[in-house]
Each structure stands twice: as C-alpha cells, then as structure tokens.
C-alpha cells in the first residue's frame, strides 16, 4: 500500500506539482484541504527553513503523521533578495498573484536586463510523526520580465524568465516546469528518503 504523505499546503498549485515530482514512487500525496481540521501555521519566521520547519513539525505533530512541507519564495537581486519570504503577501495580506507581480514591476521601473536577474528559491522540511526533520533546498536562477507572458503555472510565474529558454515559467508546459524549477530540485535531495518510505 501507498505510504501516506502529507503536504503542509493550501496551496493547490504547489500540490500538483509535488504530486508530479513525486509520482514515481510508493507514496500518496495528500494536501492539507484533505487533511482534515489542521489548526493553521503562522508563517512568522524570518528564514524559509525556519518557515518550512516550523510547517512540517507543527502539523506532523498535530496530525501523528509524516509531513512535507515546502516554504519558497522569490528573490530579486536589485531588490537585496526582496520578496523573498514574503513572496505570497508581497503586495499586502491576500492581495494575491496579480498584485504582487505589478508592485514588482513597478519597483524595478526600467531597469535593464541585465539588472532584472533574480531566483528561486524552495526549501523543503520533511518531519517525522516524533519530530524529527530533514531539509533540502533547490534553487532556480532566472530574469525579471517586463510585463507578464504565459498563462501556466501560479506566482510570478508570468514574470520569471528562465534566459536559456527565453520563456517564462508561465510559458513553459508543467513538464518543462518541473525538469529545471526550484522544486524540483528541492525535491530532488528528498528523493533518497521519500523513496525508502514505506519500504
Ligand atoms: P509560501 O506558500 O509561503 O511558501 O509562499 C510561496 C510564494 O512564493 C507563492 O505565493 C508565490 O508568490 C511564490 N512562489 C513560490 N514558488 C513559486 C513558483 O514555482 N512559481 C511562482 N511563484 C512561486
């Protein structure tokens, strides 16, 4: 039988993708809208992986099960690596993707190029029903565009484009997403350990 993997995340965007990148292996993945009743986690800390922890620890704990939980963000280079944790709420508390992405726009202006360039970046927390954690963290280099292109993916997808491709991610299919993202390569340094659950 599957092994029972919780994702400490609302955020149905990110569950597809976690699902994608984990399809090939013994586990079922399951959001926390599935969960059940899971009191909700303050993201207040100042860090991803302080952020990512206290996710998985505060929900493993809660519901006695294994729990991955993934805190990403995006950092801008001109910007001394703002959004970063405060990437979902950029524009203020539940203002959402659109406003965020036009107050980034509008605080890089007209800066070239070559000055637009910015990452992302996920870490990942993996906590035992006992509390036990393990961190893997990915990153995904790329450039700020100047107005939004594409219509996958969520975020500043629209915005993030990755030069070797000269698309945004929001222009990429989710297979192409999922080949060079962030995630993916979070994911990547859990896979020993996911694959060996279950077993
Ligand atoms: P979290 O759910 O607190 O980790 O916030 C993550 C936020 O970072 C999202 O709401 C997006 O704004 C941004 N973000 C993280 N990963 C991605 C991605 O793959 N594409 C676009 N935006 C992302």
Aim: charged share 25%; with cysteine.
């Amino acid at each position: 039988m599957a092994f029972r993997l919780i994702v400490a995340s609302g955020n149905a965007h990110k569950i597809r993708e976690i699902k994608e990148l984990t399809a090939h292996l013994d586990l079922e993945i399951i959001g926390l809208a599935e969960a059940g009743q899971v009191p909700p986690v303050e993201e207040d800390g100042a860090t991803f992986q302080e952020n990512a922890a206290k996710k998985a620890l505060e929900t493993a704990r809660y519901l006695g099960q294994w729990v991955l939980a993934d805190d990403s963000g995006l950092e801008v280079d001109a910007l001394d690596g703002a959004p970063g944790v405060y990437s979902a709420r950029f524009a203020g508390e539940g203002r959402g993707d659109a406003a965020n992405n036009e107050l980034l726009l509008s605080r890089l202006g007209q800066l070239p190029l070559e000055e637009r360039s910015a990452q992302f970046r996920c870490v990942m927390a993996l906590a035992s029903p006992q509390g036990e954690l393990q961190f893997s963290e990915g990153v995904c280099r790329g450039v700020i565009g100047f107005e939004p292109r594409g219509a996958n993916g969520f975020g500043y997808d629209p915005l993030f484009i990755v030069p070797e491709l000269g698309r945004t991610f929001a222009e990429l299919s989710s297979e192409e997403k999922n080949r060079i993202s962030h995630r993916s390569r979070a994911i990547e340094g859990m896979l020993a350990i996911l694959s060996r659950m279950g077993q």
